[in-house]
């Protein structure tokens, strides 16, 4: 066997030979290497300027923002009442705000149950059917009886009533309606409630029965509240003429009417009644001595031993946020109440409001219990939520239903009808049907309310306690009732902020760029970068932006030194605050054109949308040719006034069909039953087909209107050639009683030229063309005219300018991105060549190896070869 460590057989320092013949050899790695440093230490270098670019593109961001220079700030001296914030519009000011009642939803409760998953009712499939609308011309509260004749004779007692827990102040005094309400009515800002008297009015046959009067001794007065009708002391006869004549003479009406009392009628037709409209008592009486025959009820001849009667009134209490009343007391029957909790509307109408959507939902026998129904409401997202309440009683369960939406138009009415054409439940229409006109099934805990404030003394109502616009450009976020004075004032230090956190991350960007690119003549060491062309580009670029007036401002500031920024002799930036200041209290409202992109159109119906990089600064004229249009279908003849809708009606109506067609686009709406003047039949079909959660998702709607001539139009919410919408019948009323043998018309898009050069319509939106300078601008034109349409003028700001310039430096084919793929691509080719050079010294050192393996091989042959020559010639040498 050979030997295994070369250099052990012959003593040659194999290891040390081809270690130093490699050392040798490897040299060149070092150049490889170096290079490799060089293109790292260069990539560096633009990887400090790409990230100084991207913080000063994130200083741009905000001055890029017109909503940056809204700068305004809010304080309000009752923090509790309101919030404040300023927006795009606001202006500065001081306001005077004074909320007197805060939006709220409509809350409704069924009757208490024994149980939560029992059975209602015989299990006929069922619909509930939610409008939203409004409930005016009544009020809600309770109507009391008329008070008794022991409450007008001795008055209601202290302690007989009280109103949600407060005490009423009564006592003997308090004998009628109208001192009663009175006394209510004292005590409204701690309960809640306000009591209005009924009409007092005598017994429509009181005078059905009078017989002649006559005196044969003594005397006879007829009086009705205290004023004298007729007399007699049996000189004269006492007749229904003699009554009528009296009522007809001005001294007595004048007496009436100074005791609050009217009449109707005639004591000769039997029909005479007397009112008091401020539910004052009227007594009736005649006052009799001796011997006299005939009057009120009795025929003539018949013995009068005189009469008295007093008439009275009940009241009618109103719950001022629609909750329920609860009376009480020791007696509260003498003020013509009953104990309890109470409540409903009384002579209301209920107005749909065809902005709010409709929903049906489908109850199946499965679901027909209280779990069941609050389910089933819930998952058909009406507009509702269900809830189950326990009251601990022994039918503890409740279902509540409440509207999802605050405001007086969010008030629910809820309809109960048979599903597919069948029969109704009726355990579910008595516990659930509820119309504020008509059946109400459930009790209302909570009524739908307004936000009522006055700002400045102008009386303002909002359906949520977030009120906007009020103060233009200000929403207001509303906590509670109350006053407070509210203070919007101008935030000068957010704009200063921004300006100053450009000018710092400009001259940081400046300083990194001359870093790693000038020459250090103390040190005698050039940065990174020196000579770098890219890099100088990027600077003379950015200066140059920014030494550039903006075009396209109508106004008297266009150059950033207007605003004490300027350059200084080292290429930095510098802020002359008090400029700026200045700047800001005489300029404001031009300062954002100064750095924004701003567009804005000279018709007051025309906005401006948008715009692209491509956009030249300008103004450019805008002429339409078209107006956009809506799809519709309007009705062939006028309605009559009344339009009855039958029970289980059904139509498949299709919005806005594509091609090819989308199955989405065709759904099946119910159409509430019920008969309807022409506004609220509008009024429900746009709600009704605006329910449908399909439609909705997709952003499909409708408008509903009713011409001057009866003609009904329904129409797609969306204008253009892709807006359309035809009705066809499933079942109950057709289609063609409301529209008779009416075509739908498709919608259009607008036409129209900005900058003379023709433009894209789409729908309302009109988009410049590609190649003209206004190219990218687009404009939404709602209403109006055709023709000319004055101008839009567009400005780039320095913000707008220098983020499109950094986003040059460092994106897609961008030169900073060029040196940086090209470094990379440097690097991975040296480490090629670096990877293929070793390879080449290890062949290498193998070689070396093998050769010097041999030859100490040889060498140790040799050696032994000497050695053994040596000894036999030393043999040879012992025997001779």
Known sequence: MGISSPGIGSG???????????????????????????YQTKLQAYGKVSAAVGVFQGALTTLNSANTFSALTSSSSNKDLLTATPGAGAVPGKYKINVSQLAQAQSLMTGGQASNTAQIGDGAKTTLTFQFGSIGGGTFGVAGAALSLASAASGIATGSLTINGTAISTNGTTRSARDLASAINDETDTTGVTAKAGITSTSATMFGTFGDVAVTSGNYALTVGGVQLASSDGSTTVTTATIDNALGTNNVKNQLAAANITFTGSAANGDLQFFAADGSNINVAEAVSGTVTGGIGLAPGAANAGSDTTATAGITLSSKDGSQILVGGNNPGAAGLTAGSAGSYLGAGFTQDGAQASGTVTLDTKDQTLQGIRDAINKANVGVTATIVSDGSANPYHLVITSNRTGEKSAMKISVDGADGGPVNAGIASMLAYDPNGTQALTQTSGAQD??????????????????????????DLSTTGSTTLTVSQNKSAVTDAINGFVKAYNDLNKTISGLSSYDADTKTGGV????????????????????????????????SQIGVSFQKDGSLALDSTKLNNAMSSNFSDISGLFAAVGAASDGNITFDKSTAATKPGEYAVNITHMATQGSLTGANPLSGSTTIASNTTWTVTLNQTDPATDSKVQNITIPAGTYANDQLASMLRAAINGNATFANAGDAVETSVDGTGHLSISSSKYGSTSNISISSVTGTAVSDLFGSATPAVGTDIEGTIGNVAATGNGQSLTAADGSPAAGIQITVKTGATGDRGTVTFSQGYAYQLTNLAASFTGSGSVLNSKTDGLNASIKAVAKQRDAFSDHLTQLEAMYRKQFTSLDTMLQSMQSTQSYLTQQLAALAANR
């Open 529 to 560: 970068l020196q000579g770098d062309s890219a890099v100088r580009s990027i600077q003379t670029q950015l200066r140059r932006a920014l030494g550039t007036k903006v075009e396209g401002l109508d106004s008297s500031l266009s150059n950033l």
């Open 451 to 476: 936000t009522k404030l006055t700002m400045n003394g102008i009386a303002v109502s909002s359906a949520d306690t977030t009120v906007e616009d009020v103060i233009q450009g200000v929403s207001l």
């Open 12 to 38: 040659l320092d194999v290891n040390g030979l081809v270690s130093k013949l490699m050392s040798a050899e490897s040299a060149p790695l070092d150049n490889y290497d170096k290079k490799t440093t060089d």
